[in-house]
């Protein structure tokens, strides 16, 4: 059901809230359309408080534009930073880059939405798993966090 405010109401002289069937969404702004006074009817009747030169019509954001609203970059930060550092531990074979990388790979995945590629997201999951593995297969013995050597 949809709440429409109408100019009618059962009672004389106010405004009244209205229920109307579901229908397509064409047919609530017709409908809306015709309920709302025109520039010589507001003149007419001063206790209707709609101006309708104030009326916009709202036009959602285009999804996939850089900067929309409630978008959110951490997933595609995290998805990079992971893939830096899971390349790191490979390369350089430090365990520590390669947690990171594993780390980053799962903030990536929890900050995802549905609509993000899962692709991308896969592989640099499974890339920050195999550097964690790599690295243990080179060298078994226990990591040592950098910061111990000082």
């Given at each position: ?9 059962p ?101 995802s ?20 593995v ?17």
């Amino acid at each position: 059901m949809v709440w429409i405010w109408q100019p009618r109401s059962p009672w004389p002289g106010t405004l009244g809230l209205h229920q109307h069937c579901c229908g397509p969404a064409d047919d609530i702004q017709e409908q809306l359309a015709s309920n709302i006074p025109t520039q010589n009817a507001t003149s007419n009747n001063s206790s209707d408080p709609r101006r309708v030169d104030k009326i916009v019509r709202y036009k959602p954001s285009a999804q996939g534009t850089p900067g929309a609203p409630g978008e959110d970059p951490t997933t595609d930060y995290m998805n990079v930073l992971g893939m830096i550092f899971s390349m790191c531990g490979l390369m350089m074979r430090l365990k520590w880059c390669a947690w990171v990388a594993l780390y980053c790979s799962c903030i990536s995945f929890a900050n995802s939405r549905v609509n993000d590629d899962t692709k991308q997201m896969l592989s640099s999951f499974m890339l920050s798993i195999s550097a964690v593995v790599m690295s243990y297969l080179q060298n078994p013995q226990p990591m040592t966090p950098p910061w111990s050597n000082i």
